[in-house]
Nanobody, 115 residues
Framework: QVQLVESGGGLVQPGGSLRLSCTAS????????MGWYRQPPGKQREWVAD???????NYANAVKGRFTISRDNPKKTVHLQMDSLQLEDTVVYYC?????????WGEGTQVTVSS
């Protein structure tokens, strides 16, 4: 079983920055993909970005150029640097890890962009 714990959410003004982190614990295969989803109120969870253990990176169009994903494999940690935050980025962000046929989710961390 894998556990994911997110941190780094909070309140920020429009145009500001936040850095989310997620650390995995438990048994997992080395070849995995860690990433982030978010869920706007009343909407389905949407994919934000992910990064494979080999270094491949993908971003959703809505965040491309503003968000940067990185990971530290030995520490089983993935980060999401969020810059130029906009009001519509106000959502709960979920960390995810996919390994083989299994997908694990964190509990989520709230990001609020407000003036």
């Amino acid at each position: 079983q894998v556990q994911l714990v997110e941190s780094g959410g909070g309140l920020v003004q429009p145009g500001g920055s936040l850095r989310l982190s997620c650390t995995a614990s438990g048994n997992m295969i080395k070849n995995n993909i860690m990433g982030w989803y978010r869920q706007p109120p009343g909407k389905q969870r949407e994919w934000v970005a992910d990064m494979g253990s080999g270094g491949s990176i993908n971003y959703a169009n809505a965040v491309k150029g503003r968000f940067t994903i990185s990971r530290d494999n030995p520490k089983k940690t993935v980060h999401l640097q969020m810059d130029s935050l906009q009001l519509e980025d106000t959502v709960v962000y979920y960390c995810t890890l996919r390994a083989g046929v299994d997908t694990y989710w964190g509990e989520g961390t709230q990001v609020t962009v407000s003036s």
